[in-house]
């Protein structure tokens, strides 16, 4: 005799949907990959081998829709304390991104009276002023 095809019948393990992820695990999926970004961003902002990397992840900083106070801290020790001028720009630059928030206003006045560098001052005082100068427009 021949042996019947065997079909899977209506309610077996083949049939049974696979739950999608609850609101919960999704939020919880993207705190960790947040947390996973800001983690690779301070630790490249602390490469001191190398100047592209710090660099880049300065300029990961900018392109990021927002800045939490970590991020911010990170960015400002970066420009106040990178031995390169040009890693010290980059953060500027990031920090300029965020210009619209109290903080980091805040960061950026107080950096003038710290910053050593002359490179890096003519650019801060240049934010500043393009600061200002947006805010009277608003």
Do not use: C, W
């Not at 005799?1 to 919880?28: D, F, L, W, Y």
């Amino acid at each position: 005799t021949i042996p019947k095809e065997e079909t899977v019948q209506p309610n077996t393990i083949a049939s049974i949907p696979v739950p999608e992820k609850t609101m919960g695990e999704t939020a919880r999926q993207l705190v960790n990959e947040n947390d996973q970004q800001k983690q690779m961003l301070f630790a490249s902002l602390g490469n001191m081998e190398s100047p592209s990397t710090r660099i880049a992840a300065a300029m990961k900083a900018y392109r990021m829709p927002e800045a939490d106070k970590e991020i911010i801290d990170a960015l400002v020790t970066t420009m106040h304390e990178d031995p390169s001028t040009n890693v010290r720009l980059a953060a500027l630059e990031a920090l300029s991104r965020f210009h619209r928030e109290t903080y980091v206003k805040k960061k950026l006045i107080a950096s003038l009276k710290k910053q050593k560098d002359p490179m890096v001052q003519i650019e801060l005082i240049h934010v500043l002023t393009e600061m200002k100068q947006k805010s009277i427009l608003n």
